[in-house]
């Protein structure tokens, strides 16, 4: 199985991802540039985290008109699995394959560091792997990873249990005391209507190697590899 | 032709939490500005395009605010000034 990995100027996370797919879950993976039309056979898309374009104009506004995004557009609409992560889900919500927007963290500053994220659903691509309500540690890197949508997209994504991750509280919780950066419903990730696209602010690609702390990240990808080579 | 300078303002939506602006606001209190009510924080971008009249240089530029220069998640705009540059 092969994961296609999208390098824009300013990704700073392709690598991880591409480490985490080889030496973590012994898969092929192809580096694509931004600027090619090739999906390289590509199984698994993943849109990696960084800062495309420097963040110019907002989070993912330019990256979604680089020449590989519709390719990626038309692989996400056959159906093809995306990944989308940090920086990535910043391009995913510009680009329309995911609803909603990230913005500005709520307390201004840049967050690096480990947060908890509870598994919310356990029945999608990306996400078999995990127990039911599982708790997760994952490092966050952004400044602007405040998930907003309005109340239709919130109640949809709420509905149809698309609310795949929630930022949650060291008991477990969703308070406003788990929530990094004000995200609305402590939202960490969502998935797209047909299942097939999946963005995150957090990072599992870096929580992929024991040798760094739990590596609650690896079971993403595993899930990916379950489920497309079913 | 003719060229023209079309200047947009664009400011978080109403009901979006703009913590930039709360920020602000907090400061200029703390200045003695008590009768600030709301600040918003948004960009103002100013763009010189080539159009058959100021009409027409202002579609354009609503355009592309719509495809790329705001967001509507999370964005309003509105154009503030159509001039000859």
Request: hydrophobic fraction near 20%.
């Given at each position: 199985m092969r994961f296609g990995i999208v390098t824009f100027?300013?990704?700073?996370s392709d690598i991880d991802a591409y480490q985490t797919v080889v030496e973590g879950i012994g898969e092929d993976a192809v580096m694509l540039w931004h600027k090619g039309h090739d999906l390289a056979g590509a199984d698994v898309l993943i849109l990696p985290g960084g800062f495309a374009y420097g963040d110019?104009?907002?989070?993912?506004a330019i990256a979604r008109f680089s020449p590989i995004m519709r390719e990626v557009g038309a692989f996400a609409d056959r159906g093809g699995r995306v990944l989308a992560i940090c920086n990535g889900f910043q391009i995913a919500c510009e680009a329309g394959l995911l609803p909603g927007a990230l913005v500005r963290n709520a307390g201004l500053t840049f967050l690096g560091r480990s947060v908890r994220v509870r598994v919310e659903n356990t029945g999608t691509a990306f996400t078999n792997a995990y127990a039911p309500g599982q708790v997760l540690r994952l490092p966050v890197a952004h400044g602007d990873g405040r998930f907003v949508a309005d109340a239709a997209v919130i109640d949809e994504l709420e509905g149809e249990g698309r609310v795949v991750m929630r930022y949650v509280d060291a008991a477990g919780e969703v308070t406003a005391e788990g929530n990094p950066n004000g995200s609305m419903h402590n939202i960490a990730g969502i998935i797209s209507a047909a299942g097939n696209v999946l963005g995150l602010m957090p990072h599992p690609e870096r929580a992929a190697d024991a040798l760094l702390g739990a590596p609650d990240g690896l079971r993403m990808f595993e899930s990916l590899v379950a489920r497309v080579t079913a | 032709m003719s060229r023209y300078r079309v200047s947009v303002h664009i400011v978080p939506r109403t009901g979006v939490l703009d913590p930039q602006g709360h920020a602000v606001a907090d400061a200029l209190h703390s200045l003695g500005f008590a009768q600030v009510r709301d600040v918003r924080v948004g960009r103002h971008v100013v763009v010189d395009a080539d159009a058959e009249s100021p009409e027409a240089a202002g579609t354009a530029v609503r355009a592309m605010c719509e495809r790329l220069l705001a967001n509507p998640v999370i964005e309003d705009f509105e154009i503030a000034s159509i001039a000859r540059p």
């Open positions: 100027p300013g990704s700073n110019y104009l907002r989070a993912g | -």
